[in-house]
């Protein structure tokens, strides 16, 4: 089966920048858009960026846009989230997911994943 694992994630004070990294298993990492989400303490699992299977397209929760950029290496089965002007909200863990099926779209819903990474944590200190 397809394995996640997430790292990068630590703690900063507001308006740093941190990187995430996504490793996954498999042969078929480029057939597939890839996705982050994050989940805050009480709060569901929601979604922050997505990016194509080629790396064409992202998209971006309205919370982030502006500050993070998703990327992706298909050479290196990673897919990469630049995480840049930190704010406290942005605490939370963010996990790596990958779509049930090679048409899902890079932005999705918790619905439509089919592999979830364990997750790394990040928190954003005032």
């Known amino acids: 089966q397809v394995q996640l694992v997430e790292s990068g994630g630590g703690l900063v004070q507001a308006g740093d920048s941190l990187r995430l990294s996504c490793a996954a298993s498999?042969?078929?990492?480029?057939?597939?858009?890839m996705t982050w989400f994050r989940q805050a303490p009480g709060k569901a699992r929601e979604f922050v960026a997505g990016?194509?299977?080629?790396?064409?397209?992202?998209g971006y929760a309205d919370s982030v846009k502006g500050r993070f950029t998703v990327s992706r290496d298909n050479a290196k089965n990673t897919v990469m989230l630049q995480m840049d002007s930190l704010k406290p909200e942005d605490t939370a863990v963010y996990y790596c997911?990958?779509?049930?099926?090679?048409?899902?779209?890079?932005?999705?819903?918790?619905?439509?994943?089919?592999?979830w990474g364990q997750g790394t944590q990040v928190t954003v200190s005032s």
């Open positions: 997911a990958r779509p049930m099926y090679s048409s899902t779209s890079y932005i999705t819903d918790r619905g439509n994943i089919a592999y």
């Open positions: 498999g042969r078929t990492f480029s057939s597939y858009a």
């Open positions: 990016i194509s299977r080629d790396g064409g397209s992202t």
